[in-house]
């Protein structure tokens, strides 16, 4: 059986430091605007609940679900929506809420799909993203932190669904064979 490390890449405060500068440069962006805040479910639930509390503007909420079937995304069928919104967009300024950028496929289909309901704006912030990892072209207008690509997981990052409640950003590293100490 495979035994699992978590090393903190990201400490608590250092993230907290982080979002709150997000959402400084997002309030002053979106000042007397018409602000729909879109979570990608399920991994962006802790950063947008500490985005949209540190934000000086009003907004409301609103998630989406998407599923990739397949390795690649050449096809615009691989990510498919298995939950849409409840809030019609047309005419509304559009920040969608991920927490990592990694092949870019679900963003890459998701501002498509949304992008036809024409909202008056449409933008992206993505807590973490690993452009290394990239098949199709995507830049978040917003990004927390830069990584390599190494897997991780904590404040809503999830491996099987596990450590998603970790309050830091870590990375996993595969013990066995070093023993128990
Ligand atoms: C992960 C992550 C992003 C997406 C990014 O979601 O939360 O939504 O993959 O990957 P991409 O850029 O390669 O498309 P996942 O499908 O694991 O679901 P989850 O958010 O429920 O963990």
């Keep these: 059986m495979t035994t699992l490390a978590t090393d903190i890449l990201f400490s608590r405060e250092i993230i907290h430091r982080r979002v709150g500068e997000l959402a400084l440069q997002i309030s002053r962006d979106y000042q007397g605007r018409d602000l729909l805040v879109v979570g990608i479910l399920k991994g962006a639930f802790i950063f947008m609940a500490d985005l949209i509390r540190a934000l000086g503007v009003p907004c409301r909420v609103d998630f989406v679900r998407l599923t990739s079937?397949?390795?690649?995304?050449?096809?615009?069928?691989?990510?498919?929506?298995?939950?849409?919104?409840?809030?019609?967009?047309?005419?509304?300024?559009?920040?969608?809420?991920?927490?990592?950028?990694?092949?870019?496929?679900?963003?890459?289909?998701?501002?498509?799909?949304?992008?036809?309901?024409?909202?008056?704006?449409?933008?992206?912030?993505?807590?973490?993203?690993?452009?290394?990892?990239?098949?199709?072209?995507?830049?978040?207008?917003?990004?927390?932190?830069?990584?390599?690509?190494?897997?991780?997981?904590?404040?809503?990052?999830?491996?099987?669904?596990?450590?998603?409640y970790l309050p830091d950003v870590c990375v996993l590293r595969d013990i066995d064979g070093q023993g128990e100490g």
């Design 69 to 164: 079937y397949g390795e690649g995304c050449v096809s615009s069928g691989t990510v498919r929506l298995t939950k849409d919104l409840e809030t019609p967009i047309a005419g509304r300024d559009l920040l969608i809420v991920e927490d990592i950028l990694d092949t870019g496929c679900t963003l890459s289909r998701l501002t498509d799909i949304l992008g036809e309901r024409e909202p008056a704006s449409l933008k992206v912030c993505a807590f973490l993203d690993k452009p290394e990892r990239r098949i199709v072209p995507f830049t978040a207008d917003y990004i927390g932190f830069t990584i390599p690509d190494a897997f991780v997981v904590g404040y809503g990052l999830d491996l099987d669904e596990k450590y998603r």
